[in-house]
Antibody, heavy 121, light 106 residues
């Protein structure tokens, strides 16, 4: 069975950084891309970035470039997402999700349980 | 980014109702359109992929269709466990989501 288990809730002050983790199990870690998305209160989902489990190549949405670093540790089957210069608008639940292949289409077939990040002074 | 516009943003229904949710893409997504169900405090779950294909284990009362850039999610005979928020998502160019449709108890 596939699992993505995320780290626990975080409370940070504005200007600080936060590093979240997403540990994968139940599938070949290097065979899939992991997407990071977030959902702010009352809002829809928003892509933060993604990382190729095989190559380690990572990219982020334009909005987050310069503030987000996405990495992986293949020995631990774990992905990391670090967001810096936090502001109140970054308060959200952050999810990691596996980009699977459904038929011939990409799909977010497995999700982590989410990590609440609260940014408050 | 490819914009997805969902309607309605919310609706009220009773068990047994037929529910239809629409997702309009700002440009062609060539069928790369998925639907998810999301309940508070839980991770989203995949319902439909490729606009109309039912994901494994999803009840057959859920269906999806496509007409150009307009996509529809239909729930026939709404069940108590179906009260949730539904999102469309395109995967042709990066990943973007619609604004969501909350299905509430009437």
């Amino acid at each position: 069975q596939v699992y993505l288990v995320q780290s626990g809730a975080e409370v940070k002050k504005p200007g600080a950084s936060v590093k979240l983790s997403c540990k994968a199990s139940g599938y070949p870690f290097t065979s899939y891309v992991i997407q990071w998305v977030r959902q702010a209160p009352g809002e829809t989902f928003e892509t933060v970035g993604w990382i190729n489990g095989d190559s380690g190549n990572a990219n982020s949405a334009q909005k987050f470039r310069g503030r987000v670093t996405i990495t992986r540790d293949t020995s631990a089957s774990t992905m990391y997402m670090e967001l810096s210069s936090l502001r109140s608008e970054d308060t959200a639940v952050y999810y990691c999700a596996r980009i699977g292949v459904c038929g011939s289409y990409p799909c977010l077939d497995y999700w982590g349980q989410g990590t609440l990040v609260t940014v408050s002074s | 980014d490819i914009q997805l516009t969902q309607s309605p943003s919310s609706l009220s229904a009773v068990v047994g109702d037929r529910v239809t949710i629409t997702c309009r893409a700002g440009q062609t997504v060539r069928g790369y359109l998925n639907w998810y169900q999301h309940k508070p405090g839980k991770a989203p779950s995949l319902l439909i992929y490729g606009a109309s294909q039912l994901y494994r284990g999803v009840p057959s009362r859920f269906s999806g269709s496509e007409s150009g850039t307009v996509f529809t999610l239909t729930i026939t005979a709404l069940q108590p466990e179906d009260f949730a928020t539904y999102y469309c998502q395109q995967g042709l160019s990066d990943v973007t989501f619609g604004g969501g449709t909350k299905v509430e108890v009437k």
